[in-house]
């Protein structure tokens, strides 16, 4: 690839790998050996005044627990973010031609309505029409009715949209 940003760097991701796979057993151990020696001094000896230094290696455990969950993470990022594109995007893909699906009709008429044009619809087999059609394209049947007084109706209108009068 031509980008340096975009190239992956396996010797980084090398390095925190090992240092991940060093730092989360060891920080485990430091924090579980901490607190099982915690547990262990309050419940036998509960008026014991002995040192605290479980309480630095709880701390000190859970500091390398952090930074090798970190490092781990930072080293599989891409193989993580790759699985779960897999998995996602077919689900994104379902998603749009769901809602492409849903609203293409509404999409077309508001661009010929942007046009200047308004499709006319057959309301007897419901194919598109261009608005100056007499007849349907696919039907053959009239796509338009027109009153005595003039008036142009729609075919399949039963009163007349200007004077109301029966068709």
């Not at 005044?49 to 990022?77: E, N, P």
């Amino acid at each position: 690839m031509g980008k340096k940003y975009i190239q992956e760097n396996e010797k980084a991701k090398r390095v925190l790998k090992t240092i991940g796979f060093i730092a989360l057993p060891l920080g485990v151990i430091l924090a579980g050996s901490g607190i099982f020696d915690a547990f262990r001094r309050f419940e036998a000896f509960p008026h014991h005044q002995g040192g605290f230094g479980f309480v630095f290696r709880i701390f000190l455990g859970f500091a390398l627990v952090f930074v090798g969950i970190s490092c781990l993470s930072y080293a599989y990022m891409g193989k993580v973010a790759r699985y779960t594109a897999s998995e996602i995007a077919p689900v994104k893909k379902d998603t749009a031609n769901y809602l492409i699906d849903g609203t293409k009709d509404e999409i077309s008429d508001l661009f010929h309505k942007i046009k200047g044009q308004t499709i006319v619809n057959c309301p007897y087999c419901g194919d598109e029409n261009d608005p100056d059609a007499i007849y349907c394209d696919y039907c053959g049947r009239k796509l338009r009715v027109t009153c005595d007084c003039g008036t142009e109706n729609q075919a399949g209108s039963r009163y007349c949209k200007k004077c109301g009068k029966t068709l």
